[in-house]
């Protein structure tokens, strides 16, 4: 197992996937700073293990799929599949899945409930989706949010057309190091 997970870190260091969209959209340059250090394989990933909400949410993510499903009639496949866009080698994703019928980006999320409101998760997470529909070429994104106040939400993004050019650029490799063309 621990094989696996070295290489996962070792494979993800070769792509920009939907987390790490929102920390480069985001205004921790701490946080921006690690995570170019980490794709340079300079330092290794962040241990969340001891992240108690990051946990949280991993435990949940099962529970908030089938909740989503028992509740919207819609089913949800491609669960944790890793896909890379179709023409931009740089882009991928780890979807918490696709919501069948639809097409669209399904993604799971637990937050605390003292100050969760469905404006402020929409905001948190959207770099992360809007990157996830660029990947697979979807229009919409499902965020089925659980709070730890027993709640569960569903909020529809749609895709951001404007962003799209954030991505365009195929030329741009955001991995390479200088003077790599």
Wanted: charged share 25%; glycine share 10%.
């Amino acid at each position: 197992m621990r094989n696996a997970i070295h290489a996962s870190r070792t494979c993800r260091r070769g792509f920009i996937g939907g987390s790490d969209a929102r920390i480069i959209m985001g205004t921790d340059e701490a946080a921006l700073v690690r995570l170019w250090r980490e794709k340079r394989g300079e330092v290794e990933p962040e241990d969340l293990s001891g992240n108690l909400i990051v946990q949280l949410g991993t435990a949940t993510e099962e529970l908030n799929r089938t909740w989503y499903e028992r509740n919207t009639g819609r089913s949800v496949r491609d669960v944790q599949r890793l896909v890379k866009h179709s023409a931009i080698p740089w882009m991928a994703a780890t979807l918490d899945g696709i919501v069948d019928g639809t097409g669209a980006v399904f993604e799971a999320k637990f937050m605390l409930p003292w100050s969760f409101s469905e404006e402020a998760a929409a905001e948190k997470h959207m770099a992360q989706v809007q990157h996830n529909m660029w990947v697979i070429h979807s229009r919409m994104a499902a965020l089925s949010i659980i709070t730890g106040g027993g709640k569960w939400v569903e909020i529809t993004i749609p895709m951001d057309s404007q962003g799209e050019g954030v991505h365009r650029d195929r030329d741009l490799d955001p991995l390479a190091a200088p003077g790599d063309d």
